[in-house]
């Protein structure tokens, strides 16, 4: 079942879907907002060691699930990489996101945050698997 996996563009496309969470999470982007629309103060958020780990597990799964859809549909060109990654965003990640969102009352802006994180996530891992494949 894994055969195929392209296991150093996983890797690497983890480490770049990371990057781009901690980027946009950090003060120079969306951290202020992100935490006024989650109804929390910094001193609340506690540590984020676990959900950072939490994150590197998921994002892992994601990466090779990525891998095995570009073996499956032999994404050849980064152009490929990136509309594969956006509709796999678009029709499981981003779609379940705002459905989960609409059931817990969050706002519009929090969902518009953490689905551009994921939106860009994915683009991210496309093109970093892309890249080394």
Known sequence: MLQ?????GAGAATVAAMAVGSLWY???MFMKRWQAE???TPDQMGKPLSAVGNSV?????????????FEWKS???MGDALMTSGAIWLVFVGSMELMHDRYNGASATFSAINCGNTLVSF???GAVLQALG
């Open 4 to 8: 195929g996996v392209n296991w150093l």
């Open 26 to 28: 950090s003060p120079l």
């Open 38 to 40: 989650l109804g929390k």
């Open 57 to 69: 597990v998921m994002y892992l799964i994601a990466a090779v699930g990525l891998s095995m859809v």
């Open 75 to 77: 994404v050849t060109t």
């Open 123 to 125: 683009l991210a891992m």
